[in-house]
Nanobody, 117 residues
Framework: QGQLVESGGGWVQPGGHLRLVCEASVSGFRLYAMGWYRQTPGKEREVVATIFSTGMTNYGDSVKGRFTISRDNAANTIYLEMNSLKPDDTAIYYC???????????WGQGTQVIVSQ
């Protein structure tokens, strides 16, 4: 089973910036399409950004133009650069394969992002 560890969240004012990091302990990481997901209370977890093994990326409409996903296969790591943050971006952010779960393992604990004055 794989292990996923997310970090980099925190509190930021609207318009601010955060960089999320996800480290994956899994064999064959480079072959997986990976994504950043987010979840708020009472709502289903949604994927907001995907990066394929080829390096191609895809974004949800709500984050397009503001978020950038990238990966470092040598480090088994993906990143999410979050710019022009809005209060609606407040959520717990998780990483996982697309579709999940990577290697049949559990979700990580996620990292909390709070955007408010």
């Amino acid at each position: 089973q794989g292990q996923l560890v997310e970090s980099g969240g925190g509190w930021v004012q609207p318009g601010g910036h955060l960089r999320l990091v996800c480290e994956a302990s899994v064999s064959g990481f480079r072959l997986y399409a990976m994504g950043w997901y987010r979840q708020t209370p009472g709502k289903e977890r949604e994927v907001v950004a995907t990066i394929f093994s080829t390096g191609m990326t895809n974004y949800g409409d709500s984050v397009k133009g503001r978020f950038t996903i990238s990966r470092d296969n040598a480090a088994n790591t993906i990143y999410l650069e979050m710019n022009s943050l809005k209060p609606d971006d407040t959520a717990i952010y998780y990483c996982n394969s697309v579709p999940p779960p990577i290697s049949g393992g559990p979700w990580g604990q996620g990292t909390q992002v709070i955007v408010s004055q």
